[in-house]
């Protein structure tokens, strides 16, 4: 579990082709590892992966075909900057909204324009996901945990303080990029209470 406020920048090291699956090398620059341990989940660009070796200020993680196939961890390079968040621990402050790091879908920026000393992101999601996500509710992209602003149709927007088009990779996202999404729990959970199937 996380919460979808990022706590450091990583960088793509090294990607190794493992059998049809990945090992990703991060280096975790700006993100205190001293207290993780080979085991632990470590949230990457939003997608739950595990550590499987910590070293200084890297790690490894194993990305299974299935990660590869509904994120956009397929198309990372060496060099990437990516999103970085320890799991949480009981204890830690709960500040953004509750995130399982098991992205939904690939969503795409569509627009974006400078608002006063902030950036108003339009992204767009797969029509199946569009009923999620509503109006000053709580979204995941890319990791990071934000509010969604306004709807319309399976497009919605979001702004972009400066301090966190600063320190995420959202700063560096262009129209036409893809992020990955991951709606809110309680609206997942709502669904299937209520769904008659």
């Known amino acids: 579990m996380f919460t979808g406020i990022i706590q450091g920048l990583g960088r793509i ?12 090398r991060v280096h975790a620059q700006g993100l205190d ?3 993780a341990a080979v085991g632990d989940s470590i949230s990457v660009q939003g997608v739950c992966l595990t550590a499987t070796r910590i070293e200084g200020e890297r790690f490894d993680a194993d990305v299974s075909r299935e990660t590869l196939d509904k994120t956009t961890l397929k198309e990372v390079r060496a060099g990437d900057r990516v999103n970085l968040e320890p799991a949480l621990r ?7 909204h509750l995130v399982s790091g ?6 795409r920026l569509t627009a974006l324009r400078e608002d006063a000393r902030s950036w108003r992101m339009e992204f767009e999601v ?16 890319d990791g990071v945990s ?14 972009i303080i400066p301090h966190t088009f600063s320190v995420t990779s959202l700063g560096a996202r262009r129209a036409g990029d893809e992020v990955n ?14 769904s008659k199937t």
């Open 13 to 24: 090291e090294a990607i190794e082709e493992r059998g049809g699956d990945r090992l990703l």
């Open 102 to 107: 098991h992205v939904d879908a690939v969503g």
């Open 90 to 96: 009981a204890g830690d402050p709960l500040g953004g």
């Open 126 to 141: 797969p029509d199946e996901l569009a009923r999620f996500v509503a109006p000053k509710g709580s979204i995941c992209l």
């Open 33 to 35: 590892l001293s207290r």
């Open 181 to 194: 999404v991951e709606i809110d729990l309680i609206a997942r959970y709502l669904d299937r209470l209520i």
């Open 146 to 159: 934000l509010t969604v602003n306004a709807v319309h149709g399976a497009r919605f927007d979001v702004n």
